[in-house]
């Protein structure tokens, strides 16, 4: 196991969470000595609206981004935009007043969220006894009990004496320790939370980092609207850095984007990794005490990374789900975002609207299922069992994949797929086929059409000495690529389950059969190559000459050709194999005796056309034979030699 980084090398989110007006805003100046509130109106009204951040140097040298979210229900929305990317949240508790609706929401958030580390801070201390605030910490702890934060460590401070801050920073510090590392060298994934223009500098847009790195110089593409620009810029905690990695608050200044294009909920990634999506398959939690059943197409506010979007919830095994339980469900959305699989989302009911659950992604890109349909949902049930179950019930989706492929549809990182697809080919489950994967079952499967198909081909064509490569690989999805398909044809091959002679394929044991009338025409047009010899006319000609039709003469060129009975020089020109092997003596004797040979001598020695003579020297060229040097030709790879 890998050492863990010491605590300065981290790269951490802390967020705030709690009601309005508990004094989360206050709390995070006194710990970082940075007023959040940037709005006139927050400044005004006195509480927060939109998000806040910071920078935060702990002892340890680390320097954490802080994320400052309002507390008013109002402005849950924006709450929930900034929440999803933190990695350690304070909720925040004012003493005076003890929990309220909205520190009970933001728990529920948090939980559904499944944040993974979090501290309870009561604040406003110097304005409570003792005894009281032991009352308020008794009342938080029984709202916190079966939840993330059940046993999370408690902090009593005070933002304007700055009372229990040295205790408070202690608890970060030891929670940031034990936090796992980001993921900096997956796909670049980074959720955009605000954008706006700079005069002189263009586009700039805000996020937390989820994975990934990006450095000036990058292109990147922004989902939605899809459009691929280059970094021009990167900051972290308002300095410029040449590079930012996962887990921490960046800035991007993005060349010769369009502010108009793009939204909070956008997100900025790798390009072509990432994908949007309209459609999601998921785990979905309703809670225990939301204030009504959701029903079959019940549609929903949907909060995922920075987005929302309404969702119509499908559910696929029951018309109702009850408060409390939990399903797996197809919810379709009514506008594209970037979804990942095992990204955590919230859902709050349409109107009204207040928080009534939660889930997790298991498939952000999946086909459309029918309901109550008992086989479906054991696939979804073994899909969301872990990654390796997504990528091969990926794989038997799209028939065949490649690595590639599989990064985009599952958003694992290259090395994350290659170590799954390693053990699904050590476990007999999937197999490489050169530049593609597929499952076992649908390499046997296709296995079992590449002799179905020869059967048949057989059947229907006694004449022809087998089927070609490519009317063959007709019978496989077209996704197939001709490196997988020649791999899997010579695992077939290697078998014993076919045979190939030249360019044909056919099952072992199998021999044309020529029919009586057949078997005469083909006497006479291999009679004929022989008689003509080296002066044999084009394939036209002879054709006519025999009162062969086209549609036949294919059948009985082709069966002459693999028989070996005639050579192919080009699609009109063809010899006898005896005139080819005269030919090619005659050719090999020159070159004894001469360092080159012209057109024009072979022609004399072998007593032919120029057309024919011509072809049959090109013919050696493409077979590396002889190599042509101006007008002659010299000696290159003859057989034999």
């Not at 930012?244 to 294009?261: D, H, P, S």
């Not at 070609?468 to 996704?479: C, M, V, W, Y």
Request: with cysteine; proline share 5%.
């Amino acid at each position: 196991m890998s050492k863990a980084p010491p605590a300065s090398e981290r790269h951490v989110i802390i967020g705030t969470a709690g009601h309005v007006d508990h004094g989360k805003t206050a709390l995070i100046g006194a710990l970082t000595g940075v007023e959040t509130d940037r709005l006139k109106e927050e400044k005004a009204r006195g509480i927060s609206i939109d998000l806040g951040f910071a920078p935060f140097r702990l002892p340890s040298g680390l320097i954490a981004g802080v994320v400052d979210v309002p507390g008013h229900e109002r402005f849950i929305n924006n709450m929930l935009a900034g929440i999803g990317g933190i990695d350690l949240v304070l909720l925040v508790v004012d003493v005076n007043e003890g929990v309220m609706p909205q520190t009970r929401e933001h728990l529920q958030i948090l939980d559904l969220l499944q944040i993974p580390r979090g501290i309870v801070v009561l604040t406003k201390c110097d304005l409570a006894e003792e005894d009281w605030i032991d009352i308020v910490e008794e009342e938080v702890r029984e709202e916190i009990a079966g939840t993330f934060l059940e046993k999370a460590p408690v902090a009593r401070v005070s933002a304007l004496t700055g009372a229990g801050l040295a205790d408070l920073v202690g608890l970060i510090e030891a929670e940031v320790r034990s936090l796992p590392e980001k993921d900096s060298d997956g796909p670049m994934r980074l959720p955009i939370d605000r954008h706006f223009t700079l005069p002189g500098f263009g586009t700039v847009i805000t996020g937390t980092l989820l994975s990934g790195t990006v450095r000036p110089g990058d292109m990147v593409e922004v989902l939605p609207p899809s459009t691929t620009v280059r970094v021009r810029e990167v900051q972290v905690h308002g300095k410029q850095v040449q590079q930012a990695l996962a887990g921490q608050r960046v800035a991007l200044n993005l060349a010769g984007l369009n502010r108009e294009l793009i939204r909070r909920g956008a997100v900025v990634a790798t390009p072509k990794v990432f994908e949007q999506t309209t459609c999601i398959d998921a785990r979905l939690s309703l809670l225990a005490d939301a204030p009504r059943p959701l029903r079959f197409r019940d549609p929903v506010h949907l909060y995922l990374g920075t987005a929302r979007v309404v969702g119509l919830v499908a559910l696929l095994d029951r018309d109702v789900l009850q408060p409390g339980e939990s399903v797996i469900a197809q919810i379709h959305l009514d506008r594209p975002l970037v979804a990942h699989r095992e990204d955590r989302f919230i859902i709050r009911s349409y109107s009204p609207m207040t928080t009534i659950g939660g889930g997790r992604v298991l498939d952000p890109r999946p086909v459309k299922h029918r309901r109550f349909r008992a086989d479906i949902m054991a696939g979804l049930k073994e899909l969301e069992s872990g990654e390796k179950s997504f990528l091969l019930q990926k794989l038997a989706e799209q028939q065949v994949s490649t690595v590639k492929n599989l990064e985009i549809l599952s958003g694992l990182s290259r090395e994350r797929v290659e170590q799954n697809l390693k053990i699904l080919d050590e476990e007999g489950l999937a197999w490489q086929l050169v530049d593609q994967w597929a499952t076992s079952d649908a390499l046997a499967s296709w296995r079992h059409r590449l002799l179905d198909e020869l059967s048949r081909f057989h059947e229907a064509n006694p004449l022809q000495p087998g089927i070609p490569h490519a009317t063959l690989k007709g019978a496989l999805p077209e996704k197939v690529s001709p490196k997988a398909f020649q791999k899997l044809l010579q695992m077939v091959i290697d078998d014993g389950q076919l045979v190939q002679k030249t360019e044909w394929l056919r099952l072992p044991g199998w021999e044309p059969r020529p029919t009586p009338h057949q078997a005469e025409m083909l006497t006479k047009l291999e009679d004929a190559y022989r008689e003509e010899g080296a002066l044999a006319k084009n394939r036209k000609e002879m054709m006519d000459r025999l009162g062969i039709s086209a549609a036949e003469a294919d059948l009985y060129f082709s069966f002459l050709f693999a028989e070996g009975k005639l050579v192919k020089l080009n699609e009109e020109s063809f010899l006898h194999s005896e005139t080819y092997q005269h030919a090619l003596d005659l050719l090999k004797k020159h070159f004894v005796e001469q360092q080159t040979l012209t057109l024009a001598q072979f022609r004399d020695l072998l007593g032919s056309a120029r057309k024919q003579v011509q072809a049959l020297l090109e013919h050696y060229d493409a077979l590396k034979y002889t190599r042509r040097v101006g007008d002659e030709r010299v000696a290159w790879k003859l057989p034999g030699d």
